[in-house]
Nanobody, 116 residues
């Protein structure tokens, strides 16, 4: 069983930055691919960024060059640094751990609100 807890969301002006954290407990996540997703109002949840167990990263086209995903396996934590935020990026941001013993785990989400 893995528990994921996101933090770092909040209210920020357009052009500002936030750093989200996803702290895992219950199992080490070093062997799992991890992802950040977001669900904007009225839209489906969508992938923002992912990082493999080996550190390979992947980003949605809309965030390339502005967002950075990273992991600290010693802290069992994954981060999402978000720069130059846009108002349309207001959403609930979720952390996901892929295929931990065949199970995908999700956090409860953290709200990011970007004001214009």
């Amino acid at each position: 069983q893995v528990q994921l807890v996101e933090s770092g969301g909040g209210l920020v002006q357009a052009g500002g930055s936030l750093r989200l954290s996803c702290a895992a407990s219950g199992r080490a996540i070093s062997g799992a691919a991890m992802g950040w997703y977001r669900r904007a109002p009225g839209k489906q949840r969508a992938l923002v960024a992912s990082i493999s167990s080996g550190g390979q990263t992947n980003y949605a086209d809309s965030v390339k060059g502005r967002f950075t995903i990273a992991r600290d396996n010693a802290k069992n934590t994954v981060y999402l640094q978000m720069n130059s935020l846009k108002s349309e990026e207001t959403a609930v941001y979720y952390c996901k751990a892929d295929n931990v013993d065949g199970i995908n785990y999700w956090g409860q989400g953290t709200q990011v609100t970007v004001t214009s």
